[in-house]
């Protein structure tokens, strides 16, 4: 399966020797978690590894990454087992096959097992990061957990982080794909889960329209339902809004979408991470829970980014911690942006997730040769 992979961060380590890793990754709904393992897929194999990524429905493929790329290939979950490479990774405790374990657990040099945990900022990721689990055959499983501190397993940074000039070649691209009037207009994105509090993210669009002609682009799925909904229901578009239905973008374009927008609404995990290095303003939507376990999840996240009040504002009532939304007045988008910077700037000379993996993974391989 064919693949053009992005540029690459000069930091990433280079390996003294290629590594085989299979990749396991079931998908839940939404889609996320292959993104994930995609782009870490893409990583890894950009660095002159081979990656089996084995998953359990890979149509999301068909739009996310049409063209694949060179040295990762693809494998059905029910595939007959094969011989398992010099690591396995887990994504998000998903828990390979048991006939291929058994495989891992027979092998004469066992590959290094990881379990590539959920990104948080909470205390439990620092505590649990780098721990082994044994298991019964034998075997030890590692916690791997993303982060945003060098004391976790960091973030995928796989492409160069847009500049002015990058931005505003993304603006261009807007505007030439007709889904922006433009390039002087305020353009929004929008991906989001099901969430009550559209509503009054439209009031407050509306606010921004009447300073700058706003265009909100809606991706596919839970965000142009809703404005469909709200549509059917009476609801029209204000002068100076306009609402734009996107097609499927591929991770390379939806990148491109974040870094040419002023202010992007994002969801789950990896468009978060895709957000914060637009170095664009964002608010991010958490996965929901019944438990409501995600309002601890969002303000450990809101205490590490130190984000502007009124970004904070928004976050909680994005994710149905305040009923009431914030006043709708002009958002102060340039301190929020100066803000986004900044974190961005932080983060990028911190530790970079694939190549911290691949350290991880060469010192519990070879502890006298490993960086």
């Known amino acids: 399966m064919p693949i053009v992979a992005g540029p690459h961060n000069a930091r990433m380590s280079t390996a003294p020797a290629p590594l085989a890793w299979d990749l396991f990754c079931r998908v839940i709904d939404n889609h996320g978690d292959l993104g994930v393992c995609w782009r870490l897929a893409r990583a890894l194999a950009a660095l002159g590894d081979r990656v089996e ?22 494998r059905r979950w ?80 796989d492409l160069e982080l847009p500049d002015d000039a990058t931005q505003a070649a993304a603006r261009g691209w807007l505007v030439d794909r007709g889904w922006l009037a433009s390039a002087e207009h305020t353009a929004v994105s929008l991906f989001c889960y099901d969430n009550p509090a559209l509503a009054g993210l439209l009031a407050w669009l509306k606010v921004m329209a009447h300073e700058r002609p706003t265009t909100l682009l809606a991706t596919p799925g ?12 009476g609801w ?35 468009s978060l991470v895709r957000a914060i290095w637009a170095g664009r303003p964002f608010v991010w939507q958490l996965y929901p829970q019944r438990d409501q376990a995600h309002h601890a999840k969002l303000e450990a996240f809101l205490a590490a980014a130190d984000l502007p009040s009124d970004a904070q504002a928004w976050h909680r009532h994005w994710n149905g911690l305040t009923a009431l939304a914030p006043s709708p007045g002009r958002p102060e988008l340039g301190a929020w942006a100066r803000s986004a910077l900044t974190w961005r700037q932080q983060l990028a000379e911190g530790p970079e997730l694939t190549s911290r993996l691949r350290d991880f993974v060469l010192a519990r391989r070879n502890p006298r040769e490993s960086p």
């Open 222 to 233: 839970f965000a142009q339902r809703q404005v469909a909904t709200l549509r059917d229901a």
């Open 236 to 270: 029209t578009e204000p002068p100076g809004l306009t609402v734009v239905d996107l097609p499927w973008l591929n991770q390379i374009e939806f990148d491109r979408l974040l870094a040419g927008c002023e202010l992007n609404l994002v969801r789950g995990e990896d």
């Open 53 to 74: 990524l084995v998953v359990d429905d890979a149509s999301a493929l068909a739009w996310m990454a049409p063209q694949g790329a060179p040295g990762v290939t693809l």
């Open 78 to 157: 029910d595939d007959p087992p094969h011989r398992p490479g010099d690591v396995v990774v887990e994504a998000f405790g998903c828990d390979p096959p048991p006939d291929f374990v058994q495989r891992m657990a027979n092998a004469v040099r066992p590959p290094v097992w990881i379990n590539l945990e959920y990104l948080s900022a909470e205390a439990y990721v620092e505590r649990s990061h780098g721990l082994p689990s044994p298991q019964r055959n034998g075997l030890s499983k590692w916690f791997f957990y993303p982060g945003f501190n060098a004391r976790t397993g960091g973030l995928i940074r």
